[in-house]
């Protein structure tokens, strides 16, 4: 398994703003996922961080607004750019482990983010 | 696609009274599958998986069994605490190490006393 430490666990930000979010993994992972969980909703995937190169990003959701950064196998960030009321919501860095059969994926405490 | 499909909540329940949470899922290939718990405040947590048809997935008093003639994932408790109030998230990736999971819109659950 693997401790994964998210940053900040929670912020109130204001319109317009940027904000950035860490992840830090305490073990080299092959995989770094980001997911937004809007309030009272399902988790949704907004981009899988590939180290060396640009992230992978799903519909939806677009570098301009969230760009991220993967300098190595352990840290990532998430920037949530210009950020409307819209983007409240919790963001969470998740890791898996590419080549070894069914490990599951491991989940930081989430980022809680209000606009105002 | 592949898409994960969990029963409408909240579900509200006594103490010791018995959970069910359905789940089922389209996939291409052969999933594995998981269910994943989300307590007030928290992040999620890995409750249980099981990676082939016919695995049983167990933890805390949970089951879940892979079910591949069925396409489901139901998890079962026979006896529930105050301290399982939380919101439960039906997952899978597909056959593939390291891909992101897929998830269903999650069932909250609410024991009382």
């Known amino acids: 398994s693997a401790v994964i430490s998210q940053k900040p666990s929670r912020d109130i930000c204001q319109r317009g703003t940027s904000l950035t979010i860490q992840c830090q993994v305490d073990?080299?992972?092959?995989?770094m996922f980001w997911y937004r969980q809007q309030p009272g909703q399902s988790l949704t995937l907004i981009a899988t961080?590939?180290?060396?190169?640009?992230?992978?990003?799903e519909s939806g959701f677009v570098i301009d607004k969230f760009p991220i950064s993967r300098p190595n196998l352990t840290f990532s960030t998430l920037t949530v750019s210009n950020m409307s009321p819209e983007d409240s919501s919790i963001y969470l860095c998740?890791?898996?482990?590419?080549?070894?059969?069914?490990?599951?994926?491991?989940f930081g405490d989430g980022t809680r983010l209000s606009i105002l | 696609g592949n898409s994960v499909t969990q029963m409408e909540g909240p579900v509200t329940l006594s103490e010791e009274a018995f959970l069910t949470i359905n789940c089922t899922y389209t996939?291409?290939?052969?999933?594995?599958l998981f269910w994943y718990v989300q307590y007030p405040g928290e992040g999620l947590q890995l409750l249980l998986k099981?990676?082939?048809?016919?695995d049983k997935g167990s933890n805390k008093g949970f089951e879940a069994t892979y079910r591949k003639e069925t396409t489901s994932f139901h998890l079962e408790k026979g006896s529930v605490q105050v301290s399982d109030s939380a919101v439960y998230f039906c997952?899978?990736?597909?056959?593939?190490?390291?891909?992101?999971?897929?998830f269903g819109k999650g069932t909250t659950l609410s024991v009382s006393s």
């Open positions: 998740s890791v898996g482990f590419h080549g070894r059969d069914n490990q599951p994926q491991h």
């Open positions: 073990s080299q992972v092959t995989m």
């Open positions: 961080a590939n180290q060396g190169s640009e992230a992978t990003y």
């Open positions: 996939a291409t290939g052969y999933p594995s």
């Open positions: 099981a990676t082939k048809a016919d």
């Open positions: 997952a899978l990736t597909p056959n593939q190490a390291g891909t992101a999971l897929i």
